[in-house]
C-alpha cells in the first residue's frame, strides 16, 4: 500500500485509469510521477529538518554563551 506525498493518505490503484489515487485529497498520479513525487516531498522535508535541526543548534549554542557571560 502507498501513501500520498502530498497528504499522507491512503493511495489505491486503479487499474483502469493506471493511476494511483489518493482517497484523502483527490490527487491522481501514475506510478512514475508517484514516485518522483514522493522522492521530492521526502527531500524536501529533509532540507527543512536539517534546517531546523540547524536553527535548533543555534539556538542552543546561543543561549548557552549567553548563561556563560
Ligand atoms: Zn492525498
Known sequence: MRNC??????MVYERTSKLYSCTSCGTAM????LLETTERV???REKVE???RWKDEYL????SSKERS
Open 5 to 10: 506525498p502530498e497528504c499522507g493518505g491512503v
Open 30 to 33: 501514475n506510478a512514475q510521477e
Open 42 to 44: 521526502k527531500s524536501e
Open 50 to 52: 536539517k534546517a531546523k
Open 60 to 63: 542552543d549554542w546561543w543561549l
